[in-house]
């Protein structure tokens, strides 16, 4: 972490993997993109395979990582998304099981996919289930001591184990496990939503402390948590104060950073709440939000705008650059995510996008 930067996480989205959050490094212009790629992307270009194997074995993932950064290299030159040398990437932790690890943990199904991340199966935890659970001894279940064998085989082979994995958030891993239920519980039986979120909560903060741990030892310190709030749009901001925020403040109390995730919906209804939160170094929102008023609330926290893949893929170029304009204007400095871009966008548009970024940020 840059000393002139402590207060801060950047997005990040490492090839083959969903969007998680990084450290600043002190070189980030006013206005950064982020570009991501779909797994349907690679696939098409490349022929790697996103099944379990991607997921469980570290070695092999790293030759695809290697192959994708020397083909974001080759179709996007000068814009560095492949990295200055990319066959000495080592394999690391980057989008392991996708979003779904917290999941996995309490036993949740996951079907892998060739050409996409891994999706829970809808066999969720009925109430008595939820009634009963306890947060697991990591290292007992199935899936934390695979990836603690993976980290093994990294630290061996490389030395130092590198990556981030996606935690995602309290209300995301909870509707997981239990469904769109959940939600049903937070009206009619709040105490057993509080239980699944305290056990939830509980897991997530071990698992980042387990793996922290183990990355520490082998030279790489690791001192942030982030949480993905995709769902928070579904729970009023009222619900989201009362019932989600004091999880959110629990996570964020037990490391030195927290970022936040809000997905690309509107902000406006939870941004003061995210406020709240002491070290919150990072946050994003949708187009539609009031860019001002974030910037006034989290003015310490680096930004960032969700910007949709349909707008990157069907907008026009000039309605992409005034939204840049605008975004540059309110937002600013920040990052803008483009994420999941899938294999049908051209690759001049991506091209023509970071040009733009550049002549408006001055870059």
Not at 238 to 259: K, S, V
Not at 321 to 331: F, G, Q, S
């Amino acid at each position: 972490m840059n000393p002139d930067h402590p207060f801060q996480l950047r997005s990040y989205i490492a090839p083959g993997a969903p969007a998680t959050r990084r450290p600043c490094d002190g070189t980030e212009p006013p206005l950064r993109i982020e570009f991501g790629f779909t797994p349907r992307w690679y696939r098409e270009r490349l022929g790697i395979d996103f099944s379990e194997r991607w997921h469980l074995d570290p070695l092999h993932r790293r030759e695809t990582v290697v192959a994708m950064k020397r083909e974001l290299n080759r179709r996007f030159p000068g814009l560095g998304l492949g990295g200055v040398s990319p066959e000495d990437t080592p394999a690391n932790l980057d989008g392991v099981h996708g979003a779904l690890l917290v999941a996995r943990v309490f036993g949740i199904p996951a079907e892998y996919y060739a050409d996409n991340w891994p999706a829970a199966t809808l066999e969720h935890l009925p109430e008595d289930r939820i009634a009963g659970l306890e947060a697991p001894s990591l290292p007992d279940t199935p899936v934390f001591a695979q990836l603690l064998e993976q980290m093994e085989t990294i630290g061996r082979e490389y030395g130092r184990i590198e990556g981030y994995l996606n935690w995602q958030g309290v209300l995301n891993n909870a509707q997981r496990i239990r469904g769109p239920e959940i939600l049903t519980d937070l009206m009619v039986n709040p105490d057993l939503a509080h239980h699944l979120f305290d056990v939830v909560t509980e897991t997530m903060i071990s698992g980042m402390r387990l793996v922290y741990a183990r990355q520490r030892k082998s030279g790489v310190l690791v001192r942030h948590a982030t949480v993905s709030n995709c769902f928070v749009n579904m729970v009023s901001p009222q619900d989201y104060r009362e019932h989600l925020l004091p999880y959110d403040l629990r996570i964020a109390e037990a490391f030195e950073l927290m970022g936040i995730h809000n997905c690309a919906w509107n902000v406006d209804p939870y941004i003061k709440d995210y406020a709240s939160v002491a070290n919150l170094a990072y946050v994003d929102m949708g187009l539609s939000s009031d860019l001002n008023r974030a910037r006034e609330l989290c003015p310490q926290a680096r930004r960032a705008l969700m910007y949709t893949p349909m707008d990157l893929a069907n907008k026009s170029l000039e309605e992409v650059h005034a939204d840049l304009c605008r975004i540059h204007t309110e937002l600013g400095p920040c990052d803008v995510v483009m994420a999941d871009i899938d294999h049908e966008t051209p690759d001049a548009r991506v091209l023509a996008v970071a040009a733009m970024a550049r002549e408006i940020s001055g870059a």
